[in-house]
């Protein structure tokens, strides 16, 4: 089970790399964008701190405009 939601992790935070690179944006942009701290989100995608919420997760789907 640890090993399936590290992996969903990845596969999140590979999405997350691609939409930002798709739409010229920063972690900085993403984060002010759902209301969250830049060093908050970083950490959230580099694992260092809690992982994404499901607050999160459809803040970010909204902001990306894509299905959640």
Known sequence: NTKRNRIAGDVLVERLDELESQRNLTQREVAEAIGMPEQT???????LAAQFTLKDMN???DFFNVFH
């Open 41 to 47: 989100y970083s950490n959230k995608k580099t694992a």
């Open 59 to 61: 803040a970010l789907a």
